[in-house]
């Protein structure tokens, strides 16, 4: 497992620049990668999920990019704003839900 | 719509001690799961159920037991409580078999001393 909280990567951005948050995966037959959003005390929530066929995938102020090359994935967030402030989970799937393995969190602080 | 809802929000348990973390969606959807979140690490599976009368163990299911008698319900029953189970456990739920876009319940904190 991967460590998250005490020893979790942080990304510290300005209110209104745009937010890159980058997370590195290991199999190569997933199927699916999935981007999380957690804030403190609340359960994930889902924000968006790319197929592994695709290279880009663009949501409400978000965009996901699938570099398999290099086994990575990467989370845009346009415009970020205090209330994105969270830690983020990328997961990858394969097989189905019941094979989702969750990535180390990044923690993303917004400054007003 | 409530989605997914877990009772309680917040439990200790003496060492040995049973109980139950019940967790019921509203969505109509098969596919449920149960993770623990420990301080320092991320998510792990612990169980996980395709529908009403299906589970099956995911990555940590040492300690842990599961039921699936209704779609809505998908209660965790831990039977003698450990230190080792102190943790956060969230339930979730999804409509697809690829597991995305799951919907995850706010979580029990349980502490075991």
């Known amino acids: 497992g991967e460590s998250v909280g005490l020893h979790l990567p942080t990304l510290s951005v300005q209110e209104g620049d745009n937010s890159i948050i980058n997370c590195a995966y290991s199999?190569?037959?997933?199927?699916?990668f999935i981007w999380y959003k957690q804030e403190s005390g609340k359960g994930p929530q889902f924000i968006i999920d790319?197929?592994?066929?695709?290279d880009k995938r663009q949501g409400q102020r978000v965009t996901v990019l699938l570099n398999k090359t290099v086994k990575h994935l990467s989370l845009q967030i346009a415009a970020t704003q205090p209330g994105d402030s969270a830690v983020y989970f990328c997961?990858?799937?394969?097989?189905?839900?019941?094979?989702?393995?969750f990535g180390a969190g990044t923690r993303l602080f917004v400054k007003a | 719509n409530a989605g997914v809802t877990q009772t309680p929000k917040f439990r200790i348990l003496k060492i040995g001690q049973s109980m139950t973390l019940q967790c019921t969606q509203d969505?109509?959807?098969?596919?449920m799961y149960w993770y623990r979140q420990d301080p320092g690490m991320g998510l792990k599976l612990i169980y996980y159920?395709?529908?009403?009368?299906?589970?099956d163990k995911g990555e940590v299911p040492n300690g842990y037991n599961v039921s699936r008698s209704t779609t809505e319900d998908f209660p965790l029953r831990l039977e003698l409580a450990a230190p080792s189970q102190t943790s956060v456990y969230f339930c979730?739920?999804?409509?697809?078999?690829?597991?995305?876009?799951?919907?995850f319940g706010q979580g029990t904190r349980l502490t075991v001393v």
């Open positions: 979730a739920s999804s409509y697809s078999r690829q597991g995305t876009e799951a919907f």
């Open positions: 199999n190569s037959a997933s199927d699916y």
């Open positions: 790319i197929r592994s066929n695709m």
């Open positions: 997961a990858e799937s394969k097989g189905g839900g019941f094979k989702t393995i």
């Open positions: 969505m109509n959807h098969n596919y």
């Open positions: 159920s395709v529908g009403a009368g299906i589970t």
